[in-house]
């Protein structure tokens, strides 16, 4: 199952990846997210490894993820490695000019159950994911726009 979203916002791409990739403030922006905690002695490039309690339709998952991918401040792509969440996932940063970024936030997720998970993610879980990761995204604009505005 695929879920892609993109969002503009109006900060720097390194402003946008600085509030992106201080793991512990994602939950001030990320609606699923309870808290993330850094597994690794490492923090950045990839290989560094979180684990982050989320809310998945009303239950409480571990979502453990690696950074797979990590071109600063352009790519971040993590491989989820939990039991009930699996597969990838990236953020793009695009730059749009010097206070203007696009991000596009896209999911590669393996839902469980087979076929039959495959039908249910899709028809039920899909939409409502939509609905989460924009919101998200969009609060994630609002945090970087604030950081944009202090500095």
Not at 54 to 79: I, S
Not at 82 to 106: H, K, M
Request: aromatic share 8%; proline share 6%.
């Amino acid at each position: 199952m695929r879920l892609e979203i993109t969002q503009p916002v109006a900060a720097s791409r390194q402003v946008v990846w600085d509030v992106l990739t201080t793991w512990e403030r994602q939950p001030e922006w990320m609606l699923d997210a309870k808290a993330v905690y850094v597994l690794t002695p490492e923090r950045t490039g990839e290989g560094v490894t979180i684990r982050c309690p989320t809310n998945l339709m009303g239950v409480t998952v571990q979502d453990v993820m690696r950074v797979t991918g990590w071109e600063e401040p352009r790519y971040l792509e993590v491989t989820h490695l939990g039991r009930v969440i699996t597969g990838y996932g990236a953020f793009e940063l695009a730059e749009d000019g010097p206070q203007a970024t696009t991000v596009t936030w896209w999911e590669e997720v393996d839902p469980p159950l087979g076929a039959l998970g495959e039908w249910g993610a899709s028809t039920l879980v899909l939409p409502i994911l939509r609905r989460i990761f924009g919101r998200s995204l969009a609060n994630l604009a609002a945090l970087a726009e604030q950081e944009a505005a202090r500095a």
